[in-house]
């Protein structure tokens, strides 16, 4: 069975700093993928990145950054000098490669408030 | 713009009438989806469809039913609404496969209220 943890439920912080969210999976999949996902106010779930488990190069975009470590089952996310755009709900999600291939399984959720 | 379009934002129903949420996208995909999702439990599947009238359970498909008629088109269907299926409902869809476009797309949501 898949599942996504992720143990912070709410994280505020003062714009201009850094935060990492975090996301430990598990699988028995050999091949799998990661994504996050952000949900603004609005509602709507906005895609920010998918990773392949064969794929363990770090990301950068802009002043979001990926962690991903096989070693240790994560796939962090960072935010480098937050803004108060960035508040919203994130959640970490894995796809994975065997039965049910196209289910995507979710974690609970961050919920991140950014503060001026 | 690509899209899925989920076709009321807020809904209100009385228990035990049937409900049905539509979900449409534009964008050719197999598979479409559909999740609930609760404070604390994050989103879960209750179905999704890889083909038309192909069907299968997800995670909680208990009171739930869904229809696949036409390839854009997805419908979860509520037999008998009760008020712990007060929720927010996302439909998504995506490729089969595992390309590089592959990704899912997500409607905006449907907040449904049983009274």
């Known amino acids: 069975a898949q599942k996504v943890t992720q143990a912070q439920t709410e994280i505020s912080v003062v714009e201009k700093e850094d935060v990492t969210l975090d996301c430990v999976y598990e699988t028995r999949d050999t091949t799998y993928y990661l994504f996050w996902y952000k949900q603004p106010p609005s509602g709507e779930l906005v895609f920010l990145i998918r990773?392949?488990?064969?794929?363990?190069q770090n990301e950068i975009s802009g002043r979001y950054s990926w962690n991903f470590q096989k070693s240790t089952s994560s796939f962090n996310f960072t935010i480098t000098a937050s803004q108060v755009v960035d508040s919203a709900v994130y959640f970490c999600?894995?796809?994975?490669?065997?039965?049910?291939?196209?289910?995507?399984?979710f974690g609970t959720g961050t919920r991140l408030q950014v503060t001026l | 713009d690509v899209k899925v379009t989920q076709s009321s934002r807020y809904l209100v129903k009385r228990t035990g009438e049937k409900v049905f949420l539509e979900c449409v996208q534009d964008?050719?995909?197999?598979?479409m989806f559909w999740y609930r999702q609760d404070p604390g439990l994050g989103l879960r599947l209750i179905y999704f469809?890889?083909?038309?009238?192909?069907?299968e359970k997800g995670d909680i498909p208990e009171g739930y039913s869904v229809s696949r008629e036409k390839k854009e088109r997805f419908s979860l269907i509520l037999e008998s609404a009760s008020t712990n299926q007060t929720s927010m409902y996302l439909c998504a869809s995506s490729l089969l496969g595992t390309g590089v476009n592959y990704g899912y797309t997500f409607g905006s949501g449907t907040r449904l209220t049983v009274v």
């Open positions: 999600a894995l796809r994975g490669n065997t039965g049910t291939a196209s289910k995507l399984t």
């Open positions: 964008m050719d995909h197999e598979n």
């Open positions: 469809s890889y083909d038309v009238k192909m069907k």
């Open positions: 990773r392949n488990s064969f794929d363990e």
